[in-house]
């Protein structure tokens, strides 16, 4: 089955710890996303990547790191330097059609 | 990406029909309409695309005024599972799939039984 996969699905980490959430899709979609999602709000946009070796921050990319050494693979850090990373993650992709497939995302909480 | 503008939240019950209504009064001339579903705890799920009239899958249908300014998500005969939050979105098709997406608050639609 083609698709995206994310992992893990709760993730829990001490204050001050960075922390790489996984995300991995095997639809050969060039492009990669990755969202946070606070309760109640809508998502917005952290890093994302039109193609392999290159990313763009979004609207919130401090205090968070990407890599996209391979077309299929597109790992966010989540570092000490950002002040209220629990929140809801969400990776996406997308090809040649209009719209963008979602993985199942990772539920970070810190302490 | 031009703004939207949806209700915070709607009511209805199962079997009828749910008109979600979005504003856009900014849309570019190359900016296509698209509306996805996300339930909670779960990645956003696309539903429906257009640019102009109607357009209708096994799903939805989606109505364009001429001026497309607005659109309607319409949900026929909707069930308990169709509970969920709605988000539309603007931005050119060539780059709608490529480029990021800006996802408002949406609109909370509750189906009763």
């Known amino acids: 089955d083609g698709g995206i996969t994310q992992s893990p699905k709760y993730l829990f980490r001490k204050e001050g710890q960075n922390v790489t959430l996984s995300c991995e899709q095997n639809?050969?979609?060039?492009?990669m996303y990755w969202y946070r999602q606070d309760p109640g709000q809508g998502l917005r946009l952290i890093y994302y990547?039109?193609?392999?070796?290159?990313?763009q921050k979004g609207d919130i990319a401090e205090g968070y790191s990407v890599s996209r050494e391979k077309k299929e693979s597109f790992p966010l850090t989540v570092t000490s330097a950002q002040k209220n990373p629990t929140a809801f993650y969400l990776c996406?992709?997308?090809?040649?059609?209009?719209?963008?497939?979602f993985g199942p995302g990772t539920r970070l909480t810190v302490t | 990406l031009a703004k939207t503008t949806q209700p915070i939240s709607m009511d209805s019950y199962e079997g009828q029909e749910v008109n979600i209504t979005c504003s856009h009064n900014?849309?570019?001339?190359?900016?296509?309409i698209t509306w996805y579903q996300q339930f909670p705890s779960q990645g956003p799920r696309f539903i429906i695309q257009?640019?102009?009239t109607k357009v209708t899958n096994e799903v939805a249908s989606l109505f364009i005024p001429a001026d497309r300014k607005s659109s309607t998500l319409s949900l026929p005969r909707v069930s308990l599972s169709d509970t969920a939050v709605y988000y539309c979105?603007?931005?050119?098709?060539?780059?709608?799939?490529?480029?990021?997406?800006?996802f408002g608050s949406g609109t909370r639609l509750q189906v009763q039984p």
């Open positions: 639809l050969n979609h060039d492009a």
């Open positions: 979105l603007v931005g050119g098709r060539g780059d709608t799939g490529r480029r990021a997406l800006t």
């Open positions: 900014n849309i570019a001339t190359n900016d296509y």
């Open positions: 996406a992709s997308s090809g040649q059609k209009p719209e963008q497939y």
């Open positions: 257009g640019y102009k």
């Open positions: 990547s039109q193609i392999v070796n290159d990313f």
